[in-house]
Nanobody, 124 residues
Framework: QVQLVESGGGLVQAGGSLRLSCAAS????????MGWFRQAPGKEREFVAA????????RYVNSVKGRFTISRDNAKNTVYLQMNSLKPEDTAVYYC?????????????????WGQGTQVTVSS
């Protein structure tokens, strides 16, 4: 089992940047593929990005390609989401999730563990 804690959210102007972090408990972090999802008010949870347990395979939703970068540091049990060129439509609660498998997925049903979320607000 793994516990996840996100941090790094906040209020930023359009065009700005934020880096989200997700710290995982446990000594088997390297056995989990990790994902970032987001949920805006009144909308369903949406896949944002995912990374395999080795970090060699990455996935992004089209709307963030070229702006967001997912990475992980298995020695620090942490996954990151660097968000650049932020837009008001990126405003949402961002969640990290862990999947006990080598490869990442884009469906929330594939992930067993979730953090509590961190709010990202982008003003125009």
């Amino acid at each position: 089992q793994v516990q996840l804690v996100e941090s790094g959210g906040g209020l930023v102007q359009a065009g700005g940047s934020l880096r989200l972090s997700c710290a995982a408990s446990g000594r088997t972090f390297g056995s989990y593929a990790m994902g970032w999802f987001r949920q805006a008010p009144g909308k369903e949870r949406e896949f944002v990005a995912a990374i395999s347990w080795s970090g060699s395979m990455l996935r992004y939703v089209n709307s963030v390609k070229g702006r967001f970068t997912i990475s992980r540091d298995n020695a620090k049990n942490t996954v990151y989401l660097q968000m650049n060129s932020l837009k008001p439509e990126d405003t949402a609660v961002y969640y990290c999730a862990a999947r006990p498998a080598p490869l990442s997925g884009s469906s929330s049903s594939e992930y067993d563990y979730w953090g509590q979320g961190t709010q990202v607000t982008v003003s125009s």
